[in-house]
């Protein structure tokens, strides 16, 4: 059974920072992508950062320069640094996988239950 756990989301102010993690945990072989997704309320759900196995990364040009994804493969790990937060950025925050559990599985998306970021002041 493989879980993904967000942590990091609160309130914070206009202009301030927040770090978001994602831990992947159960059954994994490989992590293919790892990827940020939000959802405002009363929109849809929307991706925002993508990192690759090779550590390529994208980002949404509403977050480029602001919002810097990575992760570490070691701890099948990732994270949401985010920076200039703007009333706007207020949104449950999802990480999402895919991932395979063994060398000769297919790979399979997987969510996490999300994070709540608030911005406001």
């Known amino acids: 059974q493989v879980r993904l756990v967000e942590s990091g989301g609160g309130l914070v102010q206009p202009g301030g920072s927040l770090r978001l993690s994602c831990a992947a945990s159960?059954?994994?072989?490989?992590?293919?992508?790892m990827d940020w997704y939000r959802q405002a309320p009363g929109k849809e759900r929307d991706l925002v950062a993508v990192i690759e196995s090779d550590g390529s990364t994208w980002y949404a040009d509403s977050v480029k320069g602001r919002f810097t994804i990575s992760r570490d493969n070691t701890k099948n790990m990732a994270y949401l640094q985010m920076n200039s937060l703007k009333p706007e950025d207020t949104a449950v925050y999802y990480c999402?996988?895919?991932?395979?559990?063994?060398?000769?599985?297919?790979?399979?998306?997987?969510w996490g239950e999300g994070t709540l970021v608030t911005v406001s002041s």
């Open positions: 999402y996988a895919v991932l395979r559990t063994s060398r000769y599985s297919y790979a399979k998306n997987y």
């Open positions: 159960g059954s994994i072989f490989a992590i293919n992508e």
